[in-house]
């Protein structure tokens, strides 16, 4: 039971354009909702993150977008760099669970 | 850097053995977590700690075990090892358990043959 899906394994988009990574989940419990970055061999690492109280947050060039009644989420990247090259995990948490819950992945290239 | 430190980082055994894989949270981290994550899958949460005791389970199988240490680190037991087992097996902290952003080391990888 995929509970979190990221139905985009990979992405490909130019140097300076925009990137959209998209993320669904099942789970109307889940009230948290994170991503990560994870580069070849090391671990992920914490990119931003966005409550369901709100529907937008904003990092620099990062965003991500939260619609609730579609339980969908989307990264957007503007503009995106070559070193935003990387694999991107959407997670999701509910208020008193311990645990993540993982997306399988997206891999974006960005294309100089 | 993240301040977690997993060894090893590569591992390479046959079925039917046991393995043992060790990490160090964060300094003044009380919560580590494991995630198992297979070939193009995401991460499946396996296993919490939080000073010392068990706080949440996943999908961990029977054939594994956890424990965290006093001194806060941790360690997963794989036995009789199946070709299945091979995996990338993270190890992340946080400062409480929480809900949010997570430290992750650099990953174990499994291989089994």
């Known amino acids: 039971d995929q509970q979190v899906k990221q139905n985009s394994p990979s992405l490909s988009v130019q140097e300076g354009r925009i990137s959209i990574l998209n993320c669904d989940y099942t789970?109307?419990?889940?009230?948290?909702f994170l991503w990560y970055k994870k580069y070849p061999a090391e671990g992920p690492t914490f990119l931003i993150s966005?409550?369901?109280?709100?529907d937008k947050n904003e990092d620099g060039r990062f965003t991500v977008f939260l619609n609730k009644s579609a339980k969908h989420l989307s990264l957007h990247i503007v503009p995106s760099q070559p070193g935003d090259s990387a694999v991107y995990f959407c997670a999701a948490s509910s208020r008193g669970a311990q645990k993540l819950v993982f997306g399988q992945g997206t891999r974006l290239t960005i294309n100089p | 850097d993240s301040g977690v430190t997993q060894t090893p980082k590569h591992l390479i055994t046959a079925t039917g053995q046991r393995v043992t894989l060790r990490c160090s949270p964060r300094s003044g981290d009380l919560s580590v977590y494991w995630y198992q994550q297979s070939l193009d899958q995401g991460l499946q949460f396996l296993i919490q700690?939080?000073?010392?005791?068990?706080?949440a389970k996943g999908n961990i199988l029977e054939r594994f075990s956890a424990q965290q240490f006093p001194d806060l680190h941790s360690e997963l037991n794989l036995s009789s090892l199946e070709l299945g087992d091979s995996a990338l097996y993270f190890c992340?902290?946080?400062?409480?358990?929480?809900?949010?952003?997570?430290?992750f080391g650099e990953g174990s990888r499994l291989t089994v043959l």
């Open positions: 700690y939080y000073n010392g005791e068990e706080r």
């Open positions: 966005i409550s369901s109280i709100k």
């Open positions: 789970n109307s419990m889940f009230d948290y």
């Open positions: 992340a902290s946080s400062v409480e358990p929480n809900t949010g952003e997570l430290f």
